[in-house]
């Protein structure tokens, strides 16, 4: 991740587990971000690295799967809707962003007058409403959803 950051790499995405620590050294020898993974990591990383270092996290909202799963059998006794089951979890609510099985934090992320809270908030609404909808076509090439710039590096031009 050396690499990337010192070739112009603004912020990494470091999905999986414990890999946040080679993106976070690697961001902190350039003063770049990392977007953390699972959890908020903002306290791990930004208390390691450096305050202000993570952009966000994409957070797994397991206090709400397990919440409301455990609420559900222990509760409702509806085992049966559980047992042996494998389930992908995801929004339960356009309006409550935080009730949400995966969603980013609001009081750690960096947001700015480009994407406020009200532009989450928005976004969320939109892919529960079904307004937006996020593909998971792994077939489909970065060109089909957005535009892609290509860079021709010419190295360092001498004057």
């Not at 414990?18 to 990392?34: C, D, F, L, M, P």
């Not at 995966?102 to 939109?126: G, H, R």
Request: proline share 2%.
């Amino acid at each position: 991740m050396d690499t990337w950051y010192q070739g112009g790499t603004e912020v990494v995405f470091a999905c999986g587990g414990g890999i946040y620590t080679s993106a976070a050294e690697a961001a902190q020898k350039v003063n770049a971000k990392v977007i953390g993974v699972d959890v908020d990591q903002k306290g791990i990383i930004d208390g390691l690295y450096g305050e202000g270092m993570t952009v966000t996290s994409a957070m797994k909202g397991l206090y709400p799967a397990t919440y409301d799963t455990l609420k559900d059998v222990v509760l409702n006794g509806n085992w049966e809707n559980y047992a042996g089951k494998i389930a992908t979890l995801g929004l339960v609510s356009g309006e409550d962003p935080t009730a949400n099985y995966v969603q980013i934090p609001f009081e750690s992320t960096q947001w700015s007058d480009k994407f406020t809270q009200d532009d989450y908030k928005a976004l969320v609404k939109a892919m529960f409403d079904g307004t937006l909808t996020v593909s998971n076509d792994i077939t489909k090439a970065a060109k089909d959803f957005a535009t892609v710039i290509t860079v021709d590096d010419q190295g360092k031009i001498k004057g």
